[in-house]
């Protein structure tokens, strides 16, 4: 395993020197849930990505003598 950095881990380990204490740990994983969420597919993002699909099938149907499976 590779470096660590220090308070990074919620359990003591030999490997770093402290631990990271609850309430910054807390903050810490709201923060990651938060990050999470803003990029995970979402109905917008769900509804632009169509949008892009559905643009290049129509570009390559209209330009190519060929067509898309759904």
Excluded: F
Excluded at 28 to 54: D, F, K, M, W
């Amino acid at each position: 395993m590779g470096m660590l950095p220090n308070g990074l881990l919620p359990n003591p380990s030999p490997r770093v020197s402290r631990q990271l204490d609850v309430e910054r740990w807390a903050i810490a994983e709201v923060r990651t849930a938060e990050l999470i969420a803003c990029i995970q597919p979402n109905a917008h993002s769900e509804g632009r990505r169509r949008a892009v699909y559905s643009y290049v099938q129509r570009l390559i149907m209209n330009c190519l003598p060929c067509r898309i499976k759904d």
